[in-house]
């Protein structure tokens, strides 16, 4: 999966295709070419970031810091409306820095940040110390995971080997299972085999937040299940699945590095990540609560009808509202977050 989609020059997020936006094609001098894979938030609505905002806005204040941190940015989108929501409250920044593995990336997210290119910055890693609000969307779920197949009541770590290659054919890719010591964190009732993840790559990014992190919060919103859902007898086939074109597919080992490879966060694993690190939880809660609570609604009162639409898909049920989740972590004192102040459901994880 890590080089599926980071390796340089060839990985998916490390080549210079558009990836981010609303449709999987675009218009060139008349003629259809291939556009976006798959649209976030972000991209649907500037209502998205505008309301996140709110959050960042209160956490600098109670922290006492004045830097934004965001990893993975994507196309720039979120952070320009960030910036933009920020600059009219009156909000003062020290710097906003981005931290994104993809390279090809940067050149499209500095034309998008142009306007606020005294603050925005860029580094490829963390200083020893850091200060500030740390924003992750859409981040976690393409951290690289390790698959645990349990077949015939043994477990397994599935893995890739590469396959017969035929005179003049292109070697394939077929899945691999060795025995391991791995297990899932939690116990799986029943004798059926079992396809799914676990997320040391994931939780080892909470650690570093947690290490360098002096003073600060951090919000992750994305798409997964508190660890008892994650791990449900039933969700026997794993949650890794595949990106193109607007489509979604189950096989990561066809057009490798064409196309985004994801998996659902187990967002216990993560708070207690964040906690053996020494972040304390802020809240967890659904996306449509989260962004209800730091103000969307005024927001689509003054709305046109587009940014009216795709803001109800970010709070729908059935869309991305209770798809989607949001943890929050604080270093330093404990606080009242804005997102969480409504609907938190801590107790769950």
Known sequence: MH???YTPGQGYYAHGSAKFGALPYAVQDGARVAGSDFVTAPEMTPLFGWTLA??????????????????????????????QALKAQGVALSS??????????????????AEFSDVVRWVDALPDAMQGVV??????DAMPVKLLARVHGVWFERGVALGEVATDSAPTFIWQDRPTDLRPPMDIPGEHDYLTEIHPQGEAFLHTL??????????????GFPEAEYYHPQRHMGTVM???????????????????ITAHVNFTGVALAGNAAGLDVL???????????????????????????MAQKLIME???????????FYKGEPWQALGFALGDKTHTL
């Open 3 to 5: 080089q599926a989609l």
């Open 54 to 83: 709110n959050q960042v806005a209160q956490a600098l204040q109670v922290t006492g810091t004045q830097a934004v941190w965001e990893f993975g940015a994507g196309s720039g989108a979120l952070a320009l409306q960030v910036l």
């Open 96 to 113: 906003y820095t981005i931290v994104d593995i993809s390279g090809s990336l940067r050149e499209r997210q500095q034309a998008t940040l």
């Open 135 to 140: 924003l992750g969307n859409e981040v976690l």
């Open 210 to 223: 947690g290490d360098k992190l002096t003073a600060g919060a951090v919000f992750l919103l994305d798409y």
């Open 242 to 260: 595949c990106h193109q074109a607007h489509q979604a597919d189950s096989n990561p080992l066809a057009d490798v590095g064409a196309k985004d």
């Open 283 to 309: 809240g967890y809660t659904s996306q449509a609560r989260f962004l209800m609570n730091c103000g969307l609604l005024t927001y689509l009162e003054a709305a046109d009808l587009p940014n009216r639409v």
């Open 318 to 328: 059935h869309e991305m509202g209770e798809f989607f989740k949001v943890i929050g």
